[in-house]
């Protein structure tokens, strides 16, 4: 029997250099899976060297804020956020927290405004709306019935409906054909937080862009984190001029400093980068390989779907003694415990990049079959708030 682990055993732990396919704690090397790095990018010359061509021109800080200083940088950052997202204009926040308090808490001051959010939509959204003091209500996770039911009763106010693009802790799309139907029916502004969506369908685009049938249009506001796949850290909102120029106006972004200039300048250079190679093919391959693998080994990946590169997996036992047992064999994967989520929810959150090589993917999946025989977790997961 292992001795019960502490917060501190697990999080919070010491990483001797860069976290990619592989990470580094006490002088091991590790297969690493929690790396958000999608494409495997944080350390690819080209981005580093613009980074630091940033330092050289701009120093280390922005100094002031973005409301005064707008370099050339920022300004290109914008550009290309909307044309990923084929947008008007954008805005860069500190953190993809304070981009999701930021534009909601802009939204509030939209007349009669009434917030319908996705259960499983993340802490900085929630919080941001219950610190607005609007009405809101939550609706199922994916539930479209239930949405379709609140949007119905409360058509004399202003709804603003909030989803994540890519749900962080299971790994499952937003069923954005079905909201983009709802909103042929009844009046909305649809707010998507695509942290983890963001060019993950293919390297230029955005959720819209995964479904056919969907288009890009049908998403009025896109919040977002530059430490995702764009390898930096910081966040962002497109929305129309008018949108934008609201938010520009919240506390958030006028009395907080901006990103440092070599943050900026490296989602720039991933953002380049990422539009003139073609790294959706391998990260693609490495999803599906996986999927496949744990498909066959009757590994359950709860409600991870498609080209998500966010799986999950439940054990049938202790999380973190599972956990704990990969870190043993070399492996690093990301615990969900209780109290992030409930106690019978608590899953291994691992996330596939474009570097990792086969023979990683295949070492997860047997210590997982070694470790653990997985219990069949197909009903819908609802995180606490
Ligand atoms: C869905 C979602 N939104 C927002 C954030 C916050 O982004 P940041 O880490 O840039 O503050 C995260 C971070 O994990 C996230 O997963």
Request: charged share 20%; net charge negative; glycine share 4%.
């Amino acid at each position: 029997m292992m001795k019960q682990m502490s917060f501190s055993d697990i999080y919070f732990k010491e990483h001797e250099r860069y976290i990619s396919e592989t990470a580094v704690m006490n002088g091991k090397e590790y297969h690493s899976f929690i790396s958000a790095d999608y494409y495997s990018l944080n350390t690819h010359p080209a981005i580093k060297q613009a980074a630091i061509d940033a330092i050289q021109t701009y120093g280390t800080s922005l100094s002031v804020g973005q409301f005064s200083d707008r370099s050339p940088l920022i300004k290109q950052l914008e550009a290309q956020l909307c044309a990923v997202t084929n947008m008007a204009a954008s805005c860069i926040f500190t953190s993809g927290y304070t981009a999701n308090l930021g534009a909601i808490s802009a939204t509030s001051k939209i007349d009669n405004v009434f917030y319908l959010y996705d259960k499983l939509c993340h802490a900085s959204i929630v919080s941001a709306i219950k610190s607005t003091n609007c009405g809101s209500e939550a609706f199922a996770h994916n539930d479209m019935e239930e949405l379709a039911t609140k949007l119905g009763t409360h058509q004399d106010k202003t709804i603003i409906v909030i989803t994540e693009g890519l749900y962080s802790a299971d790994g499952d799309f937003v069923d954005l054909p079905s909201i983009a139907a709802l909103k042929e029916r009844y009046k909305f502004l649809l707010y998507v937080d695509e942290a983890h969506s963001f060019v993950i369908s293919n390297t230029q685009k955005n959720v819209a862009h995964i479904f056919d049938e969907v288009t890009a249009g049908s998403i009025d506001i896109i919040s977002g984190s530059l430490s995702k796949a764009l390898c930096s850290t910081g966040g962002f909102v497109v929305a129309s001029t008018k949108m934008i120029d609201r938010i520009r106006m919240s506390r958030e972004y006028i009395f907080s400093t901006g990103i440092t200039p070599s943050n900026i300048a490296a989602s720039v250079a991933c953002l380049t980068l990422l539009s003139a190679t073609d790294r959706h093919q391998k990260l693609a391959e490495n999803i599906a390989y996986f999927r496949h693998k744990a498909k066959q080994n009757n590994i359950d990946l709860g409600m991870s779907n498609t080209i998500s590169p966010i799986f999950t997996i439940f054990p049938n036992a202790s999380c973190a003694e599972l956990y704990q047992s990969l870190l043993d064999e070399g492996i690093l994967v990301q615990p969900l415990l209780y109290p992030a989520v409930p106690k019978e929810h608590e899953r291994l959150r691992v996330l596939i990049n474009a570097a990792h090589e086969t023979h990683q993917l295949d070492a997860l999946i047997n210590s997982v079959i070694s470790k653990h025989h997985p219990h069949d977790n197909t009903e819908a997961l609802e995180l606490s708030e």
